[in-house]
């Protein structure tokens, strides 16, 4: 409590030689579309979870009130 706390370094790199445009990694990765495949992926199961859960709701709320 005497002394002051170091504060936390802030790591700010910036790669001096590196060009995407030119990796080959990189040109592949977009070639073969591996990030539009996960942004889908996330979009489809997102309305069937939400389907699912309003499902589930109407079922507890037809039984709890007496319906079912």
Same mark, same amino acid.
């Given at each position: 409590?005497?002394?002051k ?27 073969? @579309? ?16 939400? @389907? ?13 009130? @007496?319906?079912?």
């Amino acid at each position: 409590m005497l002394f002051k706390k170091p504060k936390h370094k802030s790591f700010d790199y910036t790669p001096r030689f590196y060009k995407p445009e030119e990796d080959k990694q990189e040109k592949r990765k977009r070639k073969l @579309g591996f990030r539009r495949a996960i942004v889908k992926q996330r979009k489809n199961r997102n309305p069937i979870v939400w @389907g699912i859960m309003v499902i589930l709701i109407i079922i507890i709320y037809l039984k709890l009130s @007496g319906i079912l």
